[in-house]
């Protein structure tokens, strides 16, 4: 049985790839991502496909960032697939045009707050005001969930200080960054357990290299899926 509490990542180089994992995975899993990386080699037409033909749930992770009149024209036409998540960055102005653009659809527009590849040094370069990174991913999460955000994307180690934000009522906590125990870290430095990212307030789990990685991905998905089942 899936979960669609698990979501897959599709970080495959090809979207031949994605949907021979797709079939592999089976009915294991429900709810596939698919990001930037696979955007021009025919992502969205695999979107189109594991959604029409197969029956999944897609998370569409484009973190659009643009004026108003651009981030509202982009989800408009996002948002006649009907597909699940899409995200944006959560600036309130792109969040409002985002709610705009996807007028509505059951389409969820999803919130970046901070990417968790930047630090400090990096937000200085930007010009980003000061303070500790997690009190700015509060902040940020607060005003993106108040202009209409249905969600965030949050670290683990974010998940339950969101979760306890007023504003975070009834709204989605999507949570990548997540490892099996036993499973390599990669490049993700700051990484939970599901059974610990769902405890903490997350509604979802994004899982990708664990998975497609994997010698055998259905075995992997389906010992996530039976941790976060406990
Ligand atoms: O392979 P892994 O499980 O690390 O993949 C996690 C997925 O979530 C990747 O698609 C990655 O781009 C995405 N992601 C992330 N951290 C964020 C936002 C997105 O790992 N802060």
Redesign the pocket.
């Given at each position: 049985m899936s979960d669609d509490r698990l979501i897959t990542?599709l970080?495959l180089p090809n979207v031949l790839d994605g949907l021979e994992l797709a079939k592999t995975l089976g009915d294991s899993v429900n709810f596939y991502?698919i990001?930037l990386g696979m955007l021009t080699g025919g992502g969205l037409a695999l979107a189109n496909e594991l959604k029409q033909e197969f029956g999944k749930r897609i998370f569409l992770?484009m973190k659009f960032f643009d004026i108003p009149a651009t981030v509202e024209a982009a989800v408009r036409g996002v948002a006649q697939f009907n597909l699940d998540f899409l995200t944006v960055h959560g600036d309130p102005h792109v969040v409002r045009a985002a709610r705009e653009g996807a007028g509505g659809s059951d389409m969820k527009i999803l919130a970046?707050t901070i990417?968790?590849?930047l630090d400090r040094d990096d937000l200085d370069a930007s010009l980003i005001k000061d303070g500790k990174i997690a009190d700015l991913v509060m902040e940020r999460a607060a005003k993106a969930l108040n202009a209409g955000a249905d969600g965030v994307?949050a670290?683990p180690q974010e998940a339950a200080m969101i979760r306890a934000l007023p504003e975070a009522h009834g709204k989605l906590i999507v949570t990548?960054?997540?490892?099996p125990a036993g499973a390599a870290h990669?490049?993700?430095k700051r990484v939970a357990t599901p059974a610990q990212a769902i405890k903490d307030g997350a509604d979802h789990i994004?899982?990708?290299?664990?998975i497609w990685q994997s010698d055998d991905p259905k075995a992997a998905a389906k010992a996530i899926l039976a941790e976060l089942r406990g």
């Amino acid at each position: 049985m899936s979960d669609d509490r698990l979501i897959t990542a599709l970080d495959l180089p090809n979207v031949l790839d994605g949907l021979e994992l797709a079939k592999t995975l089976g009915d294991s899993v429900n709810f596939y991502k698919i990001g930037l990386g696979m955007l021009t080699g025919g992502g969205l037409a695999l979107a189109n496909e594991l959604k029409q033909e197969f029956g999944k749930r897609i998370f569409l992770d484009m973190k659009f960032f643009d004026i108003p009149a651009t981030v509202e024209a982009a989800v408009r036409g996002v948002a006649q697939f009907n597909l699940d998540f899409l995200t944006v960055h959560g600036d309130p102005h792109v969040v409002r045009a985002a709610r705009e653009g996807a007028g509505g659809s059951d389409m969820k527009i999803l919130a970046v707050t901070i990417l968790t590849s930047l630090d400090r040094d990096d937000l200085d370069a930007s010009l980003i005001k000061d303070g500790k990174i997690a009190d700015l991913v509060m902040e940020r999460a607060a005003k993106a969930l108040n202009a209409g955000a249905d969600g965030v994307i949050a670290s683990p180690q974010e998940a339950a200080m969101i979760r306890a934000l007023p504003e975070a009522h009834g709204k989605l906590i999507v949570t990548p960054g997540v490892r099996p125990a036993g499973a390599a870290h990669g490049d993700q430095k700051r990484v939970a357990t599901p059974a610990q990212a769902i405890k903490d307030g997350a509604d979802h789990i994004v899982v990708g290299r664990p998975i497609w990685q994997s010698d055998d991905p259905k075995a992997a998905a389906k010992a996530i899926l039976a941790e976060l089942r406990g």
